[in-house]
């Protein structure tokens, strides 16, 4: 361990022996029963016995280490009382570097989230500099560069100076619209507030803003990300539209950024589809809610092949795609195993995520009236039909069969 300051009150700092780990937002500290009750004006008994005092007086940790200020925010310690007394920070929320500061106090000027698709990445082609205005006073700039990977700067700043939740809201919702535009969001590797000096902000980012692995086959990209696809009006209509649809792109953002079984991928998709159609065009059946993705629109028609559009020998004639697509989501939503149901089944289940996933894009594109290139969606069904013939996919024989 080193020796760091402490403080709960930002003001008096004690020399205590500890480390501090940002990235992994980890505390650990050892002090005596004298520097107990000097720090924290609590004994060891009242330790021992009401932990409570204790906890409400370590919420927030101020710590200067290396002449860096470090302020630790919404902390919960285990304690080990021996000959000193050890300290272990069990979880942290926040930790600012370069302030001592409670969060609801910093105003600022620019947010910037650095970010980056690793390697030279083909998203560089599609990615341009450029800067707009989203209110009067507001300024969005994104500012591209490629070092050994290919960063992407998002700066949001305010001329009068705003608080970080507000700016940074600004900011992922242009990471929002990434997702939307390319296919996958960028790895934010860094935030931070720039003023006199850069705040950066250490906490854990939710599941739809992470990514395992940033793709660089640019496979999925759909639109350009430049002043005819991402500016003022789109931007503000995406915002509206996020707010018609609450959890519903969340849970999009949620299985594109994350692992799991395709089955379940695939499932939650379609209920996916079903929620955005229900809520910002009216109620239908499931069968009628995917022939508007797949059959009513230009684009999404030719994500449909020849064998997709095969009939299914039921009452309804029903297409091959829709059709499974439908009983996946029923077969999994209900978890009845014994149901006559018809599913994606093993490697169809790929071939129906990327489908399933390029329908919703399109169809979110087409309602914010973001023109989508035709052209890359010829070029990306051509990339799914190799795959198919390359695993030499056919729809399986269960059709109409018990699972």
């Not at 000959?83 to 910093?106: G, P, Q, T, W």
């Not at 705003?162 to 940074?168: A, F, G, I, P, T």
């Not at 739809?208 to 500016?231: A, F, M, P, Q």
């Not at 149901?339 to 087409?366: D, G, H, P, S």
Request: charge should be positive; hydrophobic fraction near 35%; aromatic fraction near 14%.
């Amino acid at each position: 361990m080193d020796t760091l300051k402490l403080s709960i009150d930002g003001i008096n700092f004690f020399d205590i022996e500890g480390s501090i780990d940002v990235i992994n937002k980890k505390i650990d500290f050892i002090i005596s029963t004298n520097v107990l009750q000097k720090i924290f004006n609590i004994n060891c008994a009242e330790l021992a016995f009401n932990p409570d005092c204790f906890y409400n007086k370590a919420k927030n940790i101020f710590i200067i280490f290396n002449n860096i200020e470090f302020s630790c925010l919404n902390c919960i310690f285990s304690f080990n009382i021996n000959d000193n007394i050890k300290f272990n920070s069990v979880s942290i929320d926040v930790i600012l570097e370069n302030i001592i500061s409670d969060i609801s106090n910093i105003k600022t000027k620019k947010v910037v989230f650095h970010s980056c698709y690793l390697g030279h990445s083909i998203h560089s082609a599609y990615i341009n500099k450029y800067d707009f205005y989203l209110t009067p006073s507001i300024n969005i700039k994104i500012n591209t560069y490629t070092k050994d990977n290919f960063y992407i700067d998002i700066e949001v700043e305010s001329k009068k100076g705003s608080d970080y939740e507000k700016l940074s809201n600004v900011a992922f919702s242009v990471i929002e619209m990434f997702m939307l535009l390319l296919g996958d969001i960028p790895i934010i590797d860094k935030i931070y507030t720039s003023d006199e000096r850069d705040v950066i902000y250490h906490f854990e980012l939710v599941d739809k803003y992470k990514t395992k692995v940033s793709r660089k086959n640019g496979k999925e990209i759909l639109c350009y990300i430049n002043d005819n696809t991402l500016n003022k009006e789109n931007l503000k209509k995406f915002q509206k539209f996020r707010k018609d649809t609450k959890i519903i792109y969340d849970l999009f953002m949620i299985n594109i950024n994350n692992d799991n079984y395709k089955e379940i991928k695939n499932c939650n998709l379609v209920q996916i589809m079903e929620g955005l159609y229900k809520t910002l065009i009216g109620d239908a059946k499931l069968h009628t809610i995917l022939e508007y993705y797949f059959l009513h629109n230009s684009c999404t028609k030719k994500l449909l092949s020849r064998r997709d559009k095969r009939k299914v020998n039921n009452a309804n004639k029903s297409m091959t795609f829709l059709y499974k697509a439908n009983n996946h989501r029923n077969y999994l939503s209900h978890l009845n195993l014994n149901e006559n149901k018809n599913v994606f089944y093993k490697l169809e289940n790929t071939y129906a995520y990327w489908k399933l996933c390029m329908a919703i894009r399109i169809f979110i594109l087409q309602y914010l009236n973001i023109p989508v290139d035709k052209s890359i969606i010829v070029k990306y069904n051509k990339e799914i039909d190799d795959w198919t013939k390359r695993y030499k996919l056919r729809f399986s024989s269960r059709l109409n069969k018990k699972i």
